[in-house]
């Protein structure tokens, strides 16, 4: 497909359990970003990558957090003893490069959307 | 820190009515953009705009940039109930590089 797919599209855990959730963005799209959506709320933003250069982490909510990106390809974000409280749906965008100043469109995928129970 | 409010948060007229969405904030941004978001999908961009005082049309929806780039409004015209959906504002500071600032969005239903 020529869009941003994300999978899985649900995911329910349990308390303290890790999760992976996995990005593939649009061929040729050197950034990518990872936000978290809360019911009825904007979006979060946790990480972002831009092609070899070391990812902006500053969003990120704690150590439990983490993502990783293998060139300009597939990303993972990563939770480590998932609590309740991340809860979220959490959206992946790509955008052909750097935003130089918000300019260059995210398209984003459906989101992944996880329950902590 | 920008922060980045949006008014109303919530939205439900009848259709044929028009409205008007705001985003405000007490920083300046270099850009800011406008997206739609339904139900079990990701966001899509509407409109990027630039320059302080900018006015864009898109069919029946007109975006504003406010002269210090401080604010921004969206104004729909005839509303129809495809128009219904989750609207989000985002501006980028010129110092924060890539990070887009997103606002808490308004939730607008067009009732047939």
């Known amino acids: 497909g020529a869009g941003v797919s994300q999978s899985p599209s649900n995911k329910v855990t349990e308390k303290g359990k890790d999760v992976e959730l996995r990005c593939d963005p649009i061929?040729?799209?050197?950034?990518l970003y990872w936000y978290r959506q809360r019911l009825g709320q904007g979006l979060e933003f946790l990480i972002y990558?831009?092609?070899?250069?070391?990812?902006?982490k500053s969003g990120l909510p704690s150590d439990r957090f983490s993502a990783e990106r293998t060139g300009e390809s597939v990303s993972t974000l990563t939770i480590q003893r998932t609590q309740q409280e991340d809860s979220a749906v959490y959206l992946c965008?790509?955008?052909?490069?750097?935003?130089?100043?918000?300019?260059?469109?995210?398209?984003f995928g459906p989101g992944t959307r996880l329950t902590v129970l | 820190t920008q922060l980045l409010e949006q008014s109303p948060q919530f939205l439900s007229i009848q259709e044929g009515e028009n409205l008007t969405v705001y985003c405000n904030s007490s920083?300046?941004?270099?850009?800011l953009q406008w997206y739609r978001q339904e139900p079990g999908e990701g966001p899509v961009l509407l409109v990027t705009?630039?320059?302080?005082?900018e006015v864009k049309k898109l069919k029946r929806l007109t975006f504003q940039f406010g002269d210090a780039r401080k604010d921004s409004s969206l104004h729909i015209t005839a509303a129809q109930p495809g128009d219904t959906g989750l609207y989000l504002c985002?501006?980028?500071?010129?110092?924060?590089?890539?990070?887009?600032?997103f606002g808490e969005g308004t939730q607008l239903t067009v009732n047939p």
């Open positions: 965008a790509s955008s052909l490069g750097p935003p130089s100043g918000g300019a260059y469109e995210q398209f």
């Open positions: 061929s040729g799209h050197t950034a």
């Open positions: 990558f831009q092609g070899n250069s070391a990812p902006d």
């Open positions: 920083s300046v941004f270099s850009s």
């Open positions: 705009v630039v320059t302080g005082g």
């Open positions: 985002a501006g980028a500071a010129e110092t924060s590089g890539s990070r887009l600032t």
